[in-house]
Structure formats: C-alpha cells, structure tokens
C-alpha cells in the first residue's frame, strides 16, 4: 500500500506532521465518514470556516488504510495490514504533545459514527448482500476521491487541554479492537440477524423462569395517574438532555427540506428509537400551521380507517350526502377532487403509521393511495421493529418514502398511556362506571340474569383456573327464578350482555359453554355491594 | 401538543381554509397547477433543478412510450381484429409484463387511452382490489362501460345527453346487453375491451365465473379481455382450468424485462448530453443494486435518481451552474454568496494553490476574475464530460463481448468504474484490453464500424486526434489486407535440427525451449491489429480521466453516499444501534462502553431494560427483570432480601414505563402462560 507516499500538493507544514500522520488519518477517516452522514449544506459551513483559518491539508491517502476499518470479510489481509501500521503507533503517541479538546470529542463521535454508518450500510437484512458489495468499491475508491479530504483545524490553536498519553492509547486500542473484531468475530453493533441463535434460543428444553410474582412486592402495581406523577418527576441527566434537545434542534434544521421533498413528491418516514410526536409536532406548528393538516394517531386503540377518510372527506372536502361502497373508492373521491384543486395541499401527518390499527393491507393500501396523490403529502413515523414488513412493493412505491433517522430518545409517553400495560395496575374505574351504566338500562329480568352470573363468580372465583358458569346451569336458574322462559330468550339476553362486553362467552374442550365476567374480581364485588 | 392526544378519538382536522372545488358534475376537468409551491421556488438552484428535472420527466415519457409502442401496436392490431371472423371463443391477450406491478400502472393506462382513440370507446379497467366478488367485477366492468360512455358522448355534446346516469347496483349483464343493442342496432360492432392489469391477485373462482358468462354472450357482446401477468404464463393455466381456458382463446405478448428498460433510461434519458447531472461510482453503484436486487422497479430508480438530484442542488447556488451550456447568464446572476458559495467547493482549493500567489489573491477576492476562472474550467468539465459519455460507449461496444466481460457488459457497469477511479489503471481494463488484441479481423472490423458510427452520431466530442478519420483511415487498411495476407504465415521455420541421438527427456526439453524462445513472427494483420488496439488504449487513456481530478467536478457529480439511509432507510439497525450503544446517539461521556454487553446505570432506562432483557430466554419473568433492573440503578439496596421488598416508586415507575415501551416497540408481549411473565419475541441480540 503506498499510502504514505504524500501527493505533491502538500502544505509545508503538512510534511513535518508527516510522522504522525498514519494515526491522524485513523481521526480523518471516521471523521470523513461522519461528516458524509451530516447533510452536505452543514459541510459546506463547517468547511468554510475551516478554509478561513489556517490549517493542515490531510490528504486521504493516509487515512485510506484505515477506511477499511469494519469494511468486511473481504478486506482480511488488508486489516492485517493495518494493525502493522498501527503497532508502532502506540509508542508514537508520545510524542504528540496536545490535541485540541473539540478535536478529541470530535474523534470519539466520529469512532461512533462511522460504526453506526457500517453497520447501516447493512441496510436492513434484505440488502445485506449488496451493502457489502459497495463498501468494498468504497474502500478501493477512496484512494482517487480526493474530493473528500478533509481539513481540520489547526492542532496548535486549539483550547489548549492536553490529551494524556493513555487515552489516545486506548483510542488506538479500541480502533484495533473494532477493526480486529471484524474478522475474527462480528462486531456486536453490527446489525445482523442471525438465524442460529434462533435455534439456540429455540431448541434448548423449555426455558425455566423463576416463580417469583410481582404480589412479592409491596407495591405490585402502580396505577396509571400514580405512573403518570413519577414519571414527570424523572430526571434525565443534564448530558443526556441536552443532547436530545440538539436531536430536536437538528429536526429543526431540516424542516425546509422536508416541506421542499415533500412538494417534489416524496413522503417522509421517520425511523428510530424515542417517541416521534414531537418532531411531527414541531413540523406542524412551525411550518404547516397555515396548512391544511390532518392528524392522525396511529396508536390510538380505536382508530379506524373510516374515521380517518370521513374525516377528509367530510370535514375537509364537505362532500356531505356521498356514500361510498368501499374504502377504495371513497380514496379514489378523496384523490379526484384534490386532483381539481391542484393548487392546495393537504397534509398528513401520521403518528405511528405502523400503529395497531392500521396494521392491515387494506388501511395501508388507502393511506398509499392518499399518499401518491400530487398535493397529498403524507409524515408518518414508525416505531415497531417490523413495521416496514407492513409494505410490499406495490405500496412503497406509492409511498415514495424519504426515510429519515430521527432517533429521540424522548419517552413514548403518549404513544403507551393506551396500552393496557402488564405492570400497571388497573384502577378499574372506568370499567367500573361503564358497568354500572349498562346495567342500569338493563330490563329487571336482564338485571336478575346478571345478577346471577355475577353471584355465581363472587362465590366460585376462588381458585385461579375459575372456568364460568355453565350456560345450563345458568338456563335452569333462570327458569327457577322466573326470569326466562325458554333458551333462546336467554341467549338473546346474552348477546347484549357480550355485545357490551360484560359476559364473556367461552366454549370449553367437550363443548359446553362457560359465561365469565371479564372483570376484576375486586371490582365485581364492589359492584355487587352497590347493588344490593 | 395537547390539541392532537384524546382518550376519545384518534384523527384530528386542522381544516385552514381548504377549499373544496364546488363545482359538481360533469363539466369538471383537471386543472394545472399554477406553480409549484416549494418554498425554494425562488432559489436559482431549485430553478435549474426543476427545468432539468421537467426536461428529465418528458423525455423519460416519451421513452416510455417509445418502449411500449411495439407491443402496444401488437396488441392494438390483435384486439381491431378480434372479430373480425365470427368466434366461439372470447379473444383474449395475456400481456407478460414481468414482475414490476408498480412500473405497467402507466404502461396500462397507455393502454387504455389508445384503445379509446383507436379500436373502441368501451374499455373496462379492472384491478382486484375493487373486485372481491364476482358481482363487484360485474357491476364495475359495466358501470365503466356504460356510464364512462356518457361522458364521451357528453364531450363530444352529443343529443344523448339526457340519459341518466346508472346507478351501479342495477348494472348487470342483461342490462349491457340491451344497451349495446340499442347502441348498435343488434350489431356486432365496437369491442368492449376488458384489462386485468393484476391477474395474479384476482380471485380465481371470481375469474372462473367471469369468463364462463361472458363466453355466453360472446355472440351478442363483442368481449376482448388483457390479462396483466406478472409471473409466468403458468399462473394463467393454474388460475383457469380446462372448462374455463377452453372458453377464451388466448394469445400471449412479451414485454421487454425491465433490465432491457432501465438501461434504455439510462443511456439515452441519464447520460444524454442535456443532462449535466451525473451521479458519482458508488451512488449509481446503489442505485443500481437496489434495482437489480431489491425490486426491479424503473420508476424506484427514477425517483432515487430524483432524490439523488434534489439533494446535489439544494446545496447552494453553486449548483445553479449544472447545466450544459449558458454559464455566462447565469454568472452574471450570482450574488457575492454565490461565489463564495462556490469558493467553498473542495476541489477549489487544489486549483488555488496550484496557482500563483497573485492570482489565488484575485480569485479568492475578485468575483470578476473568479467568474472567467469559473467559465474556463466548467467548459473544460463539460467537454470532459461529453467525451466520457462517448468514450465509454466505444469502449463498451469494444469490449462488451469479450469473454467473460472484464469491463462488464453494459454502459452502466462501465460508468461506474470509470468514475471511481481512472480506468486505464485497472486490472480489468488491461485484461479487456489484451483479450481485444486476440479478436478475429471480421470481430475487428464490426466493431471499428460500430464505434465509427456512434462517433459519427455524436459530433459533439473535443479531441485533439480526430479519432472519427484515424477510425476511417484504420477501416480503410484493414480492408486493403486481403485474406491471403491474413492466412500469409511465414513457413519459414527453423529446421528441427535433430543432432545425433538424445534422451527423449532432452528432446522434449529442447522442443519446450525452441517453442518458448520462437517468438512467432507476426503476419500483417497482426501487426494492424496491435496498431489498432494501442491506438484506442491511447485514446481511452488520455481522455478517460476521473471526475475527481477536475476543478469544480462537484457541480456536476454527485457522489454523497450517506443519502442511501433516505433511501431504504435502516429502520431495525437504528433502533438496535439506539439500545445497544446509546453513546452513538446521544455522544455523551457517560455512556461509554467496550462492548455491547457492558451495561451503565447512566443509560436511557429502556436501554437498560433491553439489555437485561437479552439476557432472558424466551420467557422473562417480570419480578426478576425488575430485580436486575434495579440492581443497575439501585446497588446499595439490592441485596436486601426481605419477604415484602419495597421498591422506590420512582424506580418502579421508570422500570414500568421502560416495559411499556418495549412492548410497544416489538420485543416483549404479555404472556398468559405464566403470571407476571412476558415472552420475548426477538431472539440473538
């Protein structure tokens, strides 16, 4: 490798650098990796003041040999390669005396940066196979891209911290580590799935789990407003908050791009961990406030799609008095007279795209439809690991996404308050009223058979594996009780109370039908005290 | 915030003064736009970026139906002459259109509008998604049938204007027929066309049925049916059986695969001489495995290509400047930003310091001087350019054919070789270079032809050799090379001169070194035909330069690799990324960690959470994830193992929390297997 061979146009002081210059390059190169995940306008600012001052020319030449760092199994003998160049190293790095303090931070991001990009060159499990193909032409090309060299400011003016001697060696070192892991194990960023560990997972005899319940605490379960006060009064640590806060301003950077690729036709997909909401939220109040914009909670439990069409079609677009057959035709309507008024836009904004109830092909079929139309723009997010298995080809295209990493960190405090979560306690309340509303309609002889199903469980739900009350049973005493006459009464008195979700009908091995109300015990019992 | 979260409903309207077009009925047509709303509308970048991109658009529709017209024609004529003798079997056409569904929306929409014009107003368009059941495919054909023809013979304001419209319930095959005897006076006339553009994702039996009545009316009603198949002919034959098929007589069409599609773009719509926007080695590289492995889609590419382009210009002014000719108006435009704006491009630094002291002193301060510097080195990129386009289409069509294809077989692979690195310094282009020295006269003399007639075409390549009469002057002489002179071999071999006797071991030697040593003379065309090949290898060498080298390259080459996560985006690996190292986000000095497994009590609770849940088979019981959960973040009380532990709320609470977001994320779910046991649905890490 003639890396060190340094091209003609080299600064004067570049050359007195000259020693160091293998390591430095380890800095340029993640650093160039970094910078080429930032759009190109930040680039371009950051080059500019760099012009400005004085500064040494790196030339990627040097830096190439550790481009391949994590490239792939292919480049075997040319990382062995490189962990010769870099052994002198280590004893080098004396020698340096300071390395500017923003430089440093900036070589830890980069380190970071540049494994999170190898590893997203993955680009999901279906185009691992290509991704390697191009980052081995990468590694081979970047001797001739010099278009990328990378400038950095001068080591001399920087903030005058020193770097101590062992924290550049363990930057080496971890350099060594991450490149050598690569060809002897894969690197544990590195997104993979690996199928054997499937069967590791899988075949081995049934887990054991301990038999611990959480009733062994003296809280079991918090409920959802206790949940919901300590959770404001979490603190997140000054660090961490302020990095979110720049995920939120770097958002902000971006909004003209994104209204811009959205009038060329492009829709947006957010991706990435922490709630989405706000970045939508922010786009919506910031650049389409004067817009027409229809928001959309996909996670919201009982969203329907039909909801989300009448909605355009009512409120926005006043088509009053139309019915549709279907939900395709009702988009088709939708997109027909958006299509006569070219000059306005309507925009979507959907929270969780990948949400619940709009998991199906139907709901996604129609949002692709909405969305492919000209002054129809579509912002979802997406949060569920395998939300993009939700689209076929025939729908990405339509969709025409842009996607965008927007990873917040923020917690999904909106987005889970639906969930019926395991850990929380449910207070019942709501159940509780409903109850007590629907048994208040009730006929008398339709209050007496709830009453006697409710009796029944009272009395019965001792054990846990409490099966219900056989629907025969309960038949002949209602017919004690004067309350029925025949079956089928009673089972026309039922289906209300399934229809209400107060009964639950529930067909056993051998046939028979049990009655169970899905309800807390604790709560039946307080229902049957305010009855009787 | 808070106006978008309800308990009670899920979509919320911000209506702001939308409004609706008011005019119903039948006089309504499509209106133009009048403009684009981009913010950017008034940038000069996002001006030349629109004008190339409409340019772009137009001529990839008129390609479009340049590639489609062959089949289109078949197609036309096959269905104008349907019934033109009496038939026992409804005609129809299965049209192979490959596996891209996307891409034919337009090729069938094509499709549609011509047989309008052409054969028969009456055409049908069906896909399966409105089609469930056979009375939706009934009521839709008809509907599409009679009602559309309302509408035309309302455009054309014909005295029919008075029937009323038809509501879709009523429609039914009696009702078709009677119109269309009515129409045409109990004759057979017009056909009634029928496309299935998805065959495939048609119900079969709704199909079946379908073909069965129709086939009963097939002496009133004039049926053609267009199948859309997508897969292979078979799925015609699993979809129809025997009672069925012999029902329709079916005449199969092939389309051109859309690899045949995407090199015609490429060629003549991407690389054309309007177009100055060429896209860097790895970035076409990505384009084009994402078409050739991920989903065959043209219009994907074409829309990645759009992307590609919109992110190059929405850099800056500079990018004004990528256009192919008219540098000047467009300088005389530029503000002082402007030109800093281009000052800040990476390859004009290597240019400055090559200069003078005194001129990089002008061109960093005078905009006049910089703007002659700028014109200057744009036409040196823009001949480069033309001639790059050019070359490497001669060197294609030269080395296209070799064995095995070293450079690859078409434009594209070329391309992106040759503007990654310089393409006489490969291996392969040597390899391609030395199996060209082996090619017969005929192969020869073809390809110098064809080469000579691609040059001839494009007029526009700047060279100081004028390859277009060497070519000629080659042609010429290899003509004049009779055959004989080819054949001629010189037979002048040295006599084996056999001295006395030797072991057979020596004899084989010698001979192995005499064959060795004997450099065979070449014959006349051989000589030519070394000529001919270092004349090109010349050529090629002196003007295939790369991109790189030239000052102000990035104005027409875009090379930004990072867009692919905009483009197939990398939903999974962010997350995991996001849970395994948040430090890679958040870029603090808390979390830091050597490896994956290392977890720190100053990580994101749900980070923890995950990590520890990793740890767990397939099934994890909550108290003890909760246990290990806080001996991250509570060590002290960990240990105390009393029979009711109590837990600091507010750790239960993040803990509670960090579960809820798992679940919502896709890892765990509550399971009913065990209590307080929730099952993992993730395996590996």
Redesign the interface.
């Given at each position: 490798m003639d890396d060190e061979v340094l091209p003609s146009s080299v600064s004067p002081r570049k050359s007195t650098r000259n020693r160091k210059s293998t390591q430095k390059g380890v800095a340029f190169e993640i650093e160039l990796q970094r910078k080429m995940e930032k759009n190109q306008q930040q680039i371009d600012e950051e080059d500019d003041d760099e012009f400005s001052g004085e500064e040494i020319q790196i030339e990627d030449t040097v830096a190439s040999n550790v481009a391949l760092a994590g490239k792939d199994i292919y480049s075997f003998d040319r990382v062995k390669k490189l962990e010769r160049l870099e052994t002198p190293k280590k004893e080098n790095t004396k020698s340096i005396p300071k390395t500017p303090h923003h430089l440093r931070k900036r070589i830890g991001k980069g380190i970071k940066s540049s494994i999170a990009e190898d590893f997203s060159s993955d680009g999901g499990e279906a185009y691992e196979n290509t991704a390697s193909d191009y980052s081995a032409s990468e590694s081979e090309s970047s001797n001739s891209d010099s278009s990328e060299d990378v400038d950095v400011e001068d080591i001399s003016d920087g903030g005058g911290e020193t770097v101590k001697a062992p924290a550049m060696k363990g930057l080496v070192a971890r350099i060594q580590k991450e490149s050598g892991s690569r060809t002897s194990k894969k690197s544990t960023s590195e997104y993979v799935i690996r199928t054997e560990e499937y069967f590791s997972n899988n075949a081995t005899k049934k887990s054991t789990t301990s038999n611990h319940t959480l009733s062994k605490l003296k809280t079991p379960r918090l409920n959802q407003e206790e949940l919901q006060r300590l959770l404001k009064k979490t603190a997140v640590s000054e660090e961490h908050r302020s990095s979110i806060c720049n995920f939120g301003e770097e958002c902000k950077d971006n909004f003209n791009r994104w209204i811009c690729l959205l009038h060329e036709n492009f829709n947006l997909l957010f991706y990435g961990l922490g709630s989405k909401r706000n970045v939508l939220h922010e786009f919506h109040e910031l650049v389409l406030k004067d817009q027409p914009v229809l928001v959309v909670n996909g996670f919201f439990p009982s969203l329907t799609l039909k909801d989300i069409l009448d909605a355009i079609t009512h409120d926005m677009l006043q088509m009053q008095g139309e019915s549709f057959a279907n939900v395709f035709s009702n988009c088709e309507a939708i997109v027909d007279a958006f299509a006569e008024i070219p000059d306005q836009h309507l925009y979507l904004l959907v929270h969780n795209i990948d949400g619940d109830m709009l998991r199906n092909h139907k709901a996604q079929a129609a949002l692709a439809m909405l969305a492919s139309a000209r002054n129809i723009h579509l912002v979802a997010s997406i949060d569920h690991i395998n939300a993009p298995l939700v689209w076929d080809h025939n729908k990405l295209s339509k969709f025409n996404f842009v996607w965008w990493d927007c990873t917040s960190f923020l917690p999904y405090t909106d987005e889970t308050s639906f969930e019926s979560s395991m850990m929380v306690q449910r207070t019942g309340n709501l159940a509780l009223s409903s109850l007590r509303n629907v048994f208040l309609s009730l006929t008398s002889n339709a209050k007496g058979i709830y009453k006697l199903i409710l009796k029944y469980q009272l009395d019965h739900n001792t054990s846990q594996y409490y099966q219900g009350l056989l629907f025969k049973d309960l038949y002949w005493s209602c017919r004690e009780a004067f309350l029925v006459s025949s079956d089928l009464v009673l089972r026309a008195q039922l289906t209300e109370f399934v229809d209400h979700k107060m009964v639950k009908l529930k067909r056993s091995a051998d046939g028979a039908e049990y009655l169970i109300i899905p309800i807390a015990t604790n709560l039946l019992q307080q229902f049957s005290n305010e009855q009787t | 915030?808070e106006s978008?979260?309800?308990?009670s409903?899920?979509?919320?309207?911000?209506?702001?003064?939308?409004?609706?077009?008011k005019?119903k009925g039948r006089g309504?047509k499509?209106?133009?736009?009048?403009g684009?709303?981009?913010?950017?509308r008034d940038e000069m970048w996002?001006q030349t970026y629109t004008e190339l991109w409409e340019v772009l658009e137009s001529k990839i529709k008129e390609l479009n139906s340049d590639m489609f017209s062959s089949i289109l024609s078949n197609l036309l004529n096959f269905i104008d002459g349907s019934y033109c003798k009496p038939v026992t079997e409804i005609p129809a056409g299965a049209l192979l259109t490959g596996i891209?569904?996307?891409?034919h929306a337009v090729q069938f929409e094509t499709l549609k509008s011509s047989i309008n014009e052409k054969i028969s107003p009456h055409v049908a368009h069906l896909s399966s998604?409105?089609c469930p059941s056979l009375k939706?495919l009934v009521e839709n054909m008809i509907n599409q049938f009679i009602n559309e023809d309302i509408d035309y013979d309302l455009d054309e304001e014909n005295v029919k204007s008075t029937k009323v419209k038809i509501k879709?319930s009523q429609c039914s095959f009696t009702l078709l027929q009677s119109w269309y005897e009515d129409l045409y006076n109990n004759k057979v006339d017009n056909v009634l066309v029928v496309i299935l553009p998805d065959f495939e994702s048609f119900k079969e039996n709704v199909l079946q049925d379908f073909i069965q009545i129709a086939s009963y009316y097939v002496n009133k009603l004039p049926f053609v049916l267009v199948f859309g198949i997508a897969t292979s002919l078979s799925a015609l034959h699993k979809a129809l059986p025997y009672h069925v098929s012999s029902k329709i007589n079916i005449q199969v069409f092939n389309s051109q695969p859309s690899i045949t599609y995407l090199n015609k773009i490429i060629e003549n719509v991407l690389f054309s001489n309007d177009c100055p926007f060429y896209l860097g080695?790895?970035l076409f590289?990505?384009f084009t495995?994402?078409f050739?492995?991920?989903?065959f889609?043209v219009?994907?590419f074409i829309?990645n290509f759009?992307?590609a382009m919109?992110?190059h210009f929405?850099?800056?002014n500079a990018k004004a400047l990528c256009i192919t000719h008219g540098f000047s108006e467009v300088l005389k435009n530029f503000s002082k930003e402007d030109f800093?704006?281009v000052r800040?491009l990476?390859?004009f630094?290597?240019f400055v310091?090559?200069e003078s002291p005194k001129n990089q002193i002008e061109l960093l301060t005078d905009d006049k001087y910089f703007q002659k510097a700028i014109k200057k080195e744009l036409n040196k990129l823009i001949y480069y350019m033309n001639n790059l386009v050019v070359l490497l289409e001669c060197l294609n069509i030269l080395t296209a054919d070799l064995p095995k294809a070293p450079l690859g077989k078409t434009f594209r692979e070329i391309y992106c070789v040759a503007v990654?690195?310089?393409l006489s310094e490969t291996v392969e282009f040597k390899e391609a270079f030395q199996l060209l020295s082996f090619q017969s006269k005929d192969e020869l003399l073809t390809k110098i032809d064809s080469v000579l007639n691609l040059l001839k075409n494009n007029i526009e390549i700047y060279t100081e050799e004028n390859i277009v009469d060497d070519l000629k002057t080659f042609i010429e002489e290899l003509n004049n090379l009779s055959n004989d002179q080819v054949e001629e071999v010189q037979e002048d071999l040295d006599c084996l001169n056999i001295e006395g006797t030797m072991q057979r071991a020596q004899l084989k030697q010698k001979l192995f070194q005499q064959a060795k040593s004997q450099n065979k003379p070449m014959n006349a065309y051989e000589k030519f035909r070394s000529k001919v090949v270092e004349y090109f290898e010349h050529i090629f060498e002196e003007y295939l330069k790369?991109p790189?080298d030239f000052t102000f390259?990035?104005i027409f080459f875009y090379?930004?690799?990072?867009i692919?996560?905009?483009?197939?985006?990398?939903?999974?690996?962010?997350?995991?990324?996001?849970?395994?190292?948040?430090?890679?986000?958040?870029?603090?000095?808390?979390c830091?960690i050597?490896?994956?497994?290392v977890i720190l009590s100053?990580m994101?609770d749900?980070c923890i959470a995950y990590k520890l849940h990793l740890e767990?088979?397939?099934?994890?019981?909550?108290?003890?994830w909760?246990q290990a959960f806080l001996s991250i973040l509570d060590p002290v009380h960990a240990d105390d193992d009393n029979?009711?532990?109590?837990?600091d709320?507010?750790l239960?609470?993040?803990?509670?929390?960090s579960?809820?977001?798992m679940?919502?994320?896709?890892?765990v779910k509550?399971s009913k297997r065990?209590?307080?046991?929730?099952s993992r649905l993730?395996?590996?890490?």
């Open positions: - | 915030m978008t979260v309800s308990v409903k899920g979509v919320f309207v911000f209506k702001n003064g939308l409004q609706p077009n005019q309504r499509k209106k133009i736009p009048t684009t709303g981009n913010i950017y996002f891209n569904m996307p891409d998604q409105d939706n879709k080695g790895k590289a990505l495995d994402i050739l492995f991920y989903d889609s219009t994907g829309q759009k992307f919109l992110e929405s850099t800056g800093e704006n800040m990476h390859s630094r290597r310091e090559a990654s690195k310089k790369v790189t390259h990035e090379n930004d690799i990072s692919q996560n905009h483009i197939i985006g990398s939903h999974r690996a962010a997350i995991h990324t996001a849970l395994n190292d948040p430090q890679s986000y958040l870029d603090c000095s808390c830091g050597s490896n994956d497994a100053s994101p749900i767990y088979g397939k099934m994890i019981n909550l108290y003890d909760l029979e009711k532990r109590e837990v709320p507010q239960q609470a993040r803990f509670t929390q579960v809820a977001e679940e919502f994320l896709g890892f509550s065990k209590t307080d046991h929730v993730t395996w590996g890490g």
